[in-house]
């Protein structure tokens, strides 16, 4: 008897051991919006709920698109409100001259959805449909100006979409495969395992891999028509993470010691030169929380990376939430009749 009580203890502590390594593994683990992304250059994920907690953006009076309030009025779906978290895919085009630009997308969103009314929507407006992996794939033509190319997109599950407006139906073919194996922790794409453990821990925003490629302008990134010393190509490690006050940290990982020594000299004197514009520039009071967050910029170098830190103000944070309408991307469909619900 005792013997037995014995082994039912130790199969007991067994169970319970592998159930805690599950756990952890699981915690440190990407998120699953991400595991699910096909292959890229570049991954970006927003959790959105801690940002709707600090900035209340869901509450702020929005002013959409025709074609936009017809998506919502037909799905039922109100991005602001009802996304919880999406990750991107970033996809470097050959043709940076062709109807993707240099760069396509890949989407995972994660949300509460009505499965039913947006099926009847995407079904009303799609040109095509196939079957995969036991899931319909819709494509829907979206025109950008005078260029026109495929959107597909498919629900992975009542909480679940994915899009993609690459050429082929590669990239959401990937995500369906990959959808199938997403109880794995270890599941994702090779840039996902070779870079996710660099990011900060806690992180509800963070990007990865070549992050500066919808910037890139000949070659360079630029942002708000300034050139940064930089190729288009960097590696980035990018994260953002309340610690008592909301961190900005962006690595750029370089191939020896010296190539991030010259970067952290060469964007330090860059940033002295903007912190020194803003300081004589006429201000308001809306700048202010922009002025702060420009005065806490600082880049150092650690081997061969070169790091920026900022302190990024909730107020900024509420500023750019009010200021932009939140985006479905690839899910915000031209103009097309709305469907009632049944």
Request: hydrophobic share 40%.
């Amino acid at each position: 008897m005792r013997r037995s009580t014995r082994y039912s203890l130790l199969l007991a502590l067994g169970l319970i051991a592998a159930l805690i390594v599950a756990i952890i593994l699981r915690k440190a683990a990407p998120p699953e919006a991400a595991r699910l992304l096909p292959e890229s250059d570049a991954i970006i994920y927003v959790n959105l709920k801690p940002l709707r907690l600090a900035t209340h953006f869901d509450r702020s009076p929005v002013t959409r698109a025709p074609e936009y309030q017809k998506f919502i009025e037909a799905t039922g779906i109100v991005p602001e409100r009802d996304l919880d978290s999406t990750a991107f895919a970033l996809h470097r085009m050959d043709d940076p001259n062709g109807p993707n630009g240099p760069v396509g997308y890949s989407e995972v969103f994660e949300g509460r959805f009505d499965g039913q009314r947006l099926s009847r929507y995407l079904d009303s407006i799609a040109t095509a449909r196939e079957t995969y992996a036991s899931h319909t794939v819709y494509t829907v033509p979206v025109t950008d100006g005078s260029v026109t190319r495929p959107l597909r997109i498919a629900q992975l599950g009542y909480d679940s979409i994915a899009a993609s407006n690459m050429p082929t139906a590669e990239q959401i073919h990937s995500i369906l495969d990959r959808h199938r194996s997403a109880a794995s922790p270890f599941s994702g794409s090779s840039l996902l395992s070779a870079r996710y453990r660099d990011v900060p821990l806690l992180s509800s925003a963070w990007g990865i891999g070549h992050i500066g490629l919808p910037f890139s302008d000949r070659g360079y990134i630029t942002i708000f028509g300034l050139q940064l010393p930089l190729p288009e190509d960097t590696t980035f490690v990018a994260s953002l993470r309340y610690t008592g006050t909301l961190r900005l940290r962006i690595e750029e990982i370089s191939p020896t010691e010296a190539d991030a020594a010259r970067a952290a000299q060469n964007l330090s004197t860059l940033i002295h030169l903007f912190q020194s514009i803003q300081q004589v520039r006429p201000r308001n009071q809306s700048d202010a929380a922009l002025i702060e967050m420009i005065s806490s910029l600082r880049m150092e170098q650690h081997k061969d990376r070169a790091v920026l830190t900022a302190t990024v103000p909730t107020e900024l944070l509420q500023q750019l939430a009010n200021a932009t309408t939140p985006s479905t991307s690839g899910i915000q469909l031209p103009e097309t009749p709305a469907v009632e619900p049944r």
